[in-house]
């Protein structure tokens, strides 16, 4: 893609979707710049990536084809404010905000504007990224699938309407924090038992991410799968019983209930 990519922001998130477009060859690090307030980040990514940075945002906004607002949701009314006049005409803007609806990106720029709306986790940075991509109406059919080779750079991607975006924040925005507590507890689990900490969490961590690998590509339902493991009388139906005597599945649901509740009013 011979497109200027541009970044205003250059946090783990962005790092990490640049990092992506640039390793898998999708796009050359020249044609990426990145825009941030912080020089020790611009400086991290220019030694890390290779792309070109700037202190100044208009110069990010005037030069880009396709524009990351990759900063915090309160940051976005002061930066659109900022830039909007300085963006292309037929600029698309990508939007990783949770709070920030599509209706309200136009708002903020005061007219029509192609808008992706957007929601990565931060497994981003290791290229295993899940992303929830929402386009608006001004976004083409040729627009979008070259968003999408872009975010393929650094995972996996689903276009939903962005009415699910309170669920996907909780089912895959969120998670990664819930699977690492799990992987820390199931670590503190085995260094009880005596296992040096750095090998319990290797073993904790290749665990789900190899489980997880059979959820993806075996198709099989992950009911179907536990119960391939839970031999009769056996140790594994045993935790799976003391996992369910301490409300194990009930508190990772009653968790994404709260987390969308709380993405619902921050879109209020």
Not at 23 to 33: D, L, M, R
Not at 74 to 81: A, S
């Amino acid at each position: 893609m011979e497109k200027i990519v541009g970044f205003i922001g250059a946090g783990n998130m962005g790092y990490a979707i640049g990092g992506g477009m640039v390793s898998s060859g999708i796009v050359k690090k020249e044609n990426i710049i990145y825009s941030d307030a912080s020089d020790e980040r611009l400086k991290k990514i220019h030694e890390e990536i290779g792309t070109k940075t700037s202190n100044s945002n208009l110069l990010v906004a005037n030069e880009s084809d396709i524009l990351f607002l990759a900063v915090k949701p309160d940051m976005y009314p002061k930066v659109i404010e900022e830039i909007k006049d300085y963006v292309k005409k037929d600029v698309v803007i990508i939007t990783i905000a949770a709070g920030v609806k599509l209706s309200k990106t136009r708002e903020l720029f005061g007219k029509d504007m192609k808008v992706v709306r957007i929601m990565p986790n931060t497994p981003a940075l290791v290229k295993e990224s899940m992303s929830a991509v929402m386009p608006n109406e001004f976004i083409s059919q040729e627009e979008l699938q070259e968003v999408l080779v872009l975010l393929n750079s650094f995972g996996k991607t689903e276009v939903v309407s962005e009415s699910l975006i309170d669920g996907v924040i909780a089912v895959s925005g969120s998670s990664p924090a819930y699977v690492f507590m799990m992987i820390e507890a199931m670590g503190d689990a085995a260094v009880a038992s005596g296992m040096d900490r750095k090998r319990a969490y290797k073993f904790a961590a290749q665990a789900v991410l190899g489980s997880a690998k059979m959820v993806l590509e075996t198709g099989i339902h992950p009911g179907e799968l536990k119960d391939m493991v839970c031999s009769p009388k056996g140790t594994t139906i045993e935790a799976v019983k003391k996992l369910e005597e301490c409300g194990f599945r009930n508190a990772i649901m009653k968790a994404m209930e709260v987390c969308e509740q709380k993405s619902k009013d921050m879109s209020k």
